[in-house]
């Protein structure tokens, strides 16, 4: 079993940073690949970036130069630092992690950007 915990969401106005942790406990041994997703309302949850134990990563397009996915693999933890923010980024942001196959997602932070 795998827990993951999101930290630092919040409001910020268009263009400003952000930045969002996430935390694993549990088996995080068997972690791998870890990532980020969103999820805007009346919308499907989609990939932000990934990154692999190895330093590995992987965006979206429309995150790409503005996000960027690192980690810390002696703590697991794996971090997305955001800038020139737009209202378009507003959505709840997930961690997620899959091992031996089961995906693992933590409860999610909320991003809202004002205009």
């Known amino acids: 079993q795998v827990q993951l915990v999101e930290s630092g969401g919040g409001l910020v106005q268009a263009g400003g940073p952000l930045r969002l942790s996430c935390a694993p406990s549990?088996?995080?041994?068997?972690?791998?690949?870890m990532g980020w997703y969103r999820q805007a309302p009346g919308k499907q949850r989609d990939l932000v970036a990934r990154?692999?134990?190895?330093?590995?990563?992987d965006y979206a397009d429309s995150m790409k130069g503005r996000f960027t996915i690192s980690r810390d693999n002696a703590k697991n933890t794996v971090y997305l630092q955001m800038n020139s923010l737009t209202p378009e980024d507003t959505a709840v942001y997930y961690c997620n992690t899959r091992v031996f196959f089961v995906d693992y997602w933590g409860q999610g932070t909320q991003v809202t950007v004002s205009s």
């Open positions: 990154i692999t134990s190895a330093g590995s990563t």
């Open positions: 549990g088996s995080t041994r068997s972690i791998n690949s």
